[in-house]
């Protein structure tokens, strides 16, 4: 709950920032949507859409050995990865979170350390509600700075 809160006024206080005012604006996170593994999923069957999702789009480099994403090295976590990059990549359309029943959708981060798991962002700009995309180019730059002030 305290992290949901502290990006909540990271926003807040970040487009106070970027505007240079001292005035309140309404800017906040409303949520995030990830796709992780499901705990309960056989090993085979997250090896097999692990598979899938390498090969139908996902980004995989993170979770190669030199990745900053492979540990820990467990089908697992790299399934988790690789099926949130697909999701992601796919706009969160429906259905792009299932892998035959061994993924799901969360509103919890499952980034660590250095490794990012990038998402979609609803957010409230002035009333205006609008969906943020990490991986679009022109949320790039504020999704860094979201991700590197808040995992602080």
Known sequence: MAKVLSNKLFFVFFAIHILGSAVFLP????EGT????RSDASTQALQTALDYACASGADCTPIQSSGLCFLPNTIQAHASYAF??????????PGSCDFSGTA???KSDPSYGSCMYPSSLRL??????????SENTHCRRDWYHYKHYTSR
Do not use: D, L, P
């Not at 800017?27 to 409303?30: I, K, P, S, T």
């Not at 990830?34 to 593994?37: D, G, K, N, P």
């Not at 949130?84 to 359309?93: P, V």
């Not at 409230?124 to 943020?132: D, L, P």
């Open 34 to 37: 990830w796709c992780v593994a």
């Open 84 to 93: 949130n990059s697909y999701f992601q990549r796919k706009a969160m359309a």
């Open 124 to 133: 409230i700009f002035f009333g205006e509600q609008t969906q943020c995309m």
């Open 104 to 106: 799901s959708a969360s």
């Open 27 to 30: 800017a906040v996170v409303v």
